[in-house]
T-cell receptor, first 114, second 111 residues
Framework: GAVVSQHPSRVICKSGTSVKIECRSLDFQATTMFWYRQFPKKSLMLMATSNEGSKATYEQGVEKDKFLINHASLTLSTLTVTSAHPEDSSFYIC??????????FGSGTRLTVV | GQQLNQSPQSMFIQEGEDVSMNCTSSSIFNTWLWYKQDPGEGPVLLIALYKAGELTSNGRLTAQFGITRKDSFLNISASIPSDVGIYFCAGQLVGNEKLTFGTGTRLTIIP
């Protein structure tokens, strides 16, 4: 139980285009999901908290207009990287929790902007 | 954002050796979590600790929640090749769903 599915696992896009990443909780409902960014050999940095039915909460320094988050249902949150540039290339990971404790992570999305 | 300090940053050990790593914070946390991340994958939860002083095992893994609530350690006994990866600690405060991650410990097993 407590599976979080992330799609796609890898995506290559041209500079200036937008990319959407999906995060689904498969066997539980998640009113809150989290989006992280991870650079090579670095730790996970929280980008934003995705709240079902309301606006996402962004961490300091994260551009909300660049990283659009939509949490339209209790099982799906999406992260759209708008007008992507090479510096947006990174590993993006989502997470959700079926209970008060313990978070399950998706398998991540490797974004490469060329 | 804030990060927890993990040490060592990397470890090179031989198969069969025991491993010990720790995580320290300037802040108090109410929950400590230990995750393992394989290349190109998301972190997988290994052990969760909810009480100061708590010692919890999961197979060959043992973790403890420091009594000051500002630190935690993870031990791996009799390491095997599949233990290779990056280990992250994470702290969580009561009433705050956010996790703060450690800087990570990269474990490599030397043949």
């Amino acid at each position: 139980g407590a599976v979080v599915s992330q799609h796609p696992s890898r995506v290559i896009c041209k500079s200036g285009t937008s990319v959407k990443i999906e995060c689904r909780s498969l066997d539980f409902q998640a009113t809150t999901m989290f989006w992280y960014r991870q650079f090579p050999k670095k730790s996970l940095m929280l980008m934003a908290t995705s709240n079902e039915g309301s606006k996402a909460t962004y961490e300091q320094g994260v551009e909300k207009d660049k990283f659009l988050i939509n949490h339209a249902s209790l099982t799906l949150s999406t992260l759209t990287v708008t007008s992507a540039h090479p510096e947006d290339s990174s590993f993006y990971i989502c997470s959700a929790s079926p209970t008060q404790f313990g978070y399950t992570f998706g398998s991540g999305t490797r974004l490469t902007v060329v | 954002g804030q990060q927890l300090n993990q040490s060592p940053q990397s470890m090179f050990i031989q198969e069969g050796e025991d491993v010990s790593m720790n995580c320290t914070s300037s802040s108090i946390f109410n929950t400590w979590l230990w995750y393992k991340q394989d290349p190109g994958e998301g972190p997988v939860l290994l052990i969760a600790l909810y009480k100061a002083g708590e010692l919890t095992s999961n197979g060959r893994l043992t973790a403890q929640f420091g009594i000051t609530r500002k630190d935690s350690f993870l031990n791996i006994s009799a390491s095997i090749p599949s233990d290779v990866g990056i280990y992250f600690c994470a702290g969580q405060l009561v009433g705050n769903e956010k996790l703060t991650f450690g800087t990570g410990t990269r474990l490599t097993i030397i043949p």
